[in-house]
């Protein structure tokens, strides 16, 4: 039986966060052996808020160079920049006649991203973003998207744009499912549990960045906001420590009863100890491979992955095209 499929991806935007680790990419690594693996470097999205022209092309080597640090191997898994293969391109508009305002006016990314420069200045790109999400993740037929709890509105939207153009239309796509992890799935800020860690906060010492050196992550988690209340335990009425204690449980693969045993009875401080070291050396690895990759050895892996994805893209493309009575 050939192997499901899985579709994910990251903007070239900002820096990565643990948060983006922990919800997204650490599951892309674990699920590669089990699955047929596209992972997109996501440029086009990237342009939906102002971006400088060299940094963004930088950044979107500098994306594809975490994946592979990560642990994205691309003997297993497809690893690509979106640009690459026009078709993204090519099915976001036929997507944008099937999508109504409607339900792109209820996406509260959308509202959240818009909220800075106000909606009368937000590009237009920025509003049917989801739409191009959801072309990167129907022309490849898609089974699974593996991504953090910020995303599943998106999803869904996804999966609502592929049942009714097959309706309208007649069959082309396979209608995706969401993978999103029961831990991790939304890291909050060190600094504000009640928001999620973001590239785009404007309080960095919120966020652990993954290429931070070990001083720097030690220090964030020092100054972490705590709740009141003393124990060391999971509890969603407290969700500093909640938050904390995740980060702990994933970086240590410990179960949460494990993890609250061995901190029962401490304080803080030793915990807050304890997490830093599990964290710097949980990053170590991930930090030493990163400069492992050059740009010939990087761009000759993108060249590749491209022709892979491409091939697979130019054939949902003719079916759309030809359902749609444009070819
Ligand atoms: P940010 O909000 O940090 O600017 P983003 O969502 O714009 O990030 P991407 O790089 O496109 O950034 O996201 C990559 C993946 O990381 C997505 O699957 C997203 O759901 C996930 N993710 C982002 N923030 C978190 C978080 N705080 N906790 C868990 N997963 C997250
Ligand atoms: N919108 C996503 C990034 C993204 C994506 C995708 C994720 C773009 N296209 C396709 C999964 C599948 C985000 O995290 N900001």
């Not at 209340?229 to 949460?256: C, H, M, W």
Request: net charge negative; with cysteine; aromatic share 8%.
């Amino acid at each position: 039986m050939s192997k499901k499929r899985i579709f994910s991806g990251a903007q070239p935007t900002g820096r990565l966060h643990l948060g983006n680790y922990l919800g997204a990419l650490k599951n892309w690594v674990a699920l590669q052996d089990d699955y047929e693996a596209f992972y997109c470097v996501v440029n086009l999205h990237a342009i939906t808020l102002p971006q400088d022209p060299a940094t963004l092309r930088q950044a979107t080597l500098d994306l594809a160079r975490i994946y592979l640090a990560a642990g994205v191997d691309p003997e297993k898994a497809t690893i690509f920049i979106q640009s690459d293969v026009h078709e993204h391109a090519e099915l976001t508009w036929i997507l944008s006649c099937v999508a109504r305002m409607g339900e792109l006016e209820r996406m509260t990314q959308f509202k959240d991203k818009s909220q800075k420069g106000g909606r009368e200045r937000s590009s237009v790109g920025l509003f049917i973003y989801p739409i191009l999400m959801a072309a990167d993740i129907l022309l490849y037929q898609t089974d699974l998207v593996p991504v953090g709890q910020d995303q599943k509105q998106h999803l869904e939207l996804t999966r609502d744009l592929a049942e009714r153009f097959n309706r309208d239309f007649g069959a082309a796509f396979k209608v995706p499912e969401p993978y999103i992890p029961k831990a991790g799935a939304s890291i909050k800020s060190l600094q504000d549990p009640a928001k999620k860690m973001s590239k785009s906060d404007e309080n960095e010492a919120g966020s652990i960045f993954l290429l931070d050196d070990a001083d720097t992550v030690a220090k964030k988690i020092k100054r972490a906001v705590t709740d009141s209340g003393t124990e060391i335990t999971f509890d969603e009425t407290r969700p500093a420590i909640n938050n904390l204690l995740t980060i702990y449980q994933l970086v240590t693969e410990k179960s949460q009863a494990e993890c609250v045993e061995q901190f029962a009875g401490k304080g803080y401080g030793q915990f807050k100890g304890e997490l830093a070291e599990a964290v710097i050396e949980y990053l170590r690895p991930f930090q030493e491979r990163i400069s492992t990759y050059d740009d010939e050895a990087l761009n000759t892996i993108l060249k590749s992955g491209a022709e892979k994805a491409a091939a697979i893209a130019s054939k949902t493309m003719l079916d759309v095209y030809q359902k749609v009575g444009i070819r």
